[in-house]
């Protein structure tokens, strides 16, 4: 089993920043991909960003590209999602999850761990 925890989210300004961070319980999860997933209350889970085992492949929804950035530091079982120009629209519960692959990729169905969430609130 694999724990993974979330932190860093919050209250933020439209156009502000914010640094999500996901911790692993096991070193297990440094050799697989790994993905962060939103949902807004009323809506899908939504495909945020991934990143491949080695730190490579990352991955990006549209609606978050070019500010959004995701990294990972496997000495410390800790992957980052660091996000910049938020908008209100980008209001959600953030997951951070562990690929059944090494690669992670889009379909929230290809992982098998999930954290609990961190809330995100951008106002305008």
């Known amino acids: 089993q694999v724990q993974l925890i979330e932190s860093g989210g919050g209250l933020v300004q439209a156009g502000g920043s914010l640094r999500l961070s996901c911790t692993s319980s096991r070193r297990t999860s440094s050799n697989n991909g790994m993905g962060w997933f939103r949902q807004a209350p009323g809506k899908e889970r939504e495909f945020v960003a991934s990143i491949g085992w080695s730190g490579g492949n990352a991955l990006y929804g549209e609606s978050v590209q070019g500010r959004f950035s995701i990294s990972r530091d496997r000495t410390k079982n800790m992957v980052y999602l660091q996000m910049n120009s938020l908008q209100p629209e980008d209001t959600a519960v953030y997951f951070c999850?562990?690929?059944?692959?090494?690669?992670?990729?889009?379909?929230?169905?290809?992982?098998?761990?999930w954290g609990q969430g961190t809330q995100v609130t951008v106002s305008a």
């Open positions: 999850a562990a690929s059944r692959s090494a690669i992670g990729g889009s379909d929230k169905n290809g992982y098998n761990y």
